[in-house]
T-cell receptor
Framework: LAKTTQPISMDSYEGQEVNITCSHN???????ITWYQQFPSQGPRFIIQ???TKVTNEVASLFIPADRKSSTLSLPRVSLSDTAVYYC?????????????FGKGTSLLVTP | DAGVIQSPRHEVTEMGQEVTLRCKPISGHDYLFWYRQTMMRGLELLIYFNNNVPIDDSGMPEDRFSAKMPNASFSTLKIQPSEPRDSAVYFCATGTSGTVSYEQYFGPGTRLTVT
């Protein structure tokens, strides 16, 4: 599984757009990029997954540059309820059976 | 579907005692994962199964830990004997190879405290 690097913590005010960038310099050709969200006292929850360019769903957008060595999770107009830990994971899930190493993630704090 | 079910939700035990954590996966999911989460180490993968067969147990910290999946509807993670450093939240997650999203569904976790 490719090693990822993401900020330990971030702060934001309500209503702002939050961008969390993850570095994965040794990403392999068949690797996908996946982001999870974890609220306190809950298990992580899948947010979004992508391979290249841009992916958007009802929760977030994922931007992946052409070299795929990094990715950015974008949360539009965050609210207090977006306070959570966000994990970036990279792997060739078809080969590894998508065993995931979450690490410590990025702790996002949204304040009024 | 009720989602992934874990029991107990909280467990407090004394050092040296045996602890058994239980997980009922989402019906139809062929992958099952056990994770441990602590402040120091974050969320770590301990072991995972595919079609009830253990695939990778390299994350299991030591011989005191063991996991079984006797059928598609049930899995256990056992710690014997337990130690204070085993105190953590243990998550079970499941997934299916029948989707392209590689999404894992997590249970609510078991908070284990070993005194």
């Amino acid at each position: 599984l490719a090693k990822t690097t993401q900020p330990i913590s971030m702060d934001s005010y309500e209503g702002q757009e939050v961008n969390i960038t993850c570095s994965h310099n040794n990403i392999a050709t068949n690797d996908y990029i996946t982001w999870y969200q974890q609220f306190p006292s809950q298990g992580p929850r899948f947010i979004i997954q992508g391979y290249k360019t841009k992916v958007t769903n009802e929760v977030a957008s994922l931007f992946i540059p052409a070299d795929r060595k990094s990715s950015t999770l974008s949360l539009p107009r965050v609210s207090l309820s977006d306070t959570a830990v966000y994990y970036c994971l990279v792997g060739d899930y078809s080969n590894s059976g998508y065993a995931l190493n979450f690490g410590k993630g990025t702790s996002l704090l949204v304040t009024p | 579907d009720a989602g992934v079910i874990q029991s107990p939700r909280h467990e407090v035990t004394e050092m040296g005692q045996e602890v058994t954590l239980r997980c009922k996966p989402i019906s139809g999911h062929d992958y099952l994962f056990w994770y441990r989460q602590t402040m120091m180490r974050g969320l770590e993968l301990l072991i995972y199964f595919n079609n009830n067969v253990p695939i990778d147990d390299s994350g299991m910290p030591e011989d005191r830990f063991s996991a079984k999946m006797p059928n598609a509807s049930f899995s256990t993670l056992k710690i014997q004997p337990s130690e204070p450093r085993d105190s953590a939240v243990y998550f079970c997650a499941t997934g299916t190879s029948g989707t392209v999203s590689y999404e894992q569904y997590f249970g609510p976790g078991t908070r284990l405290t070993v005194t």
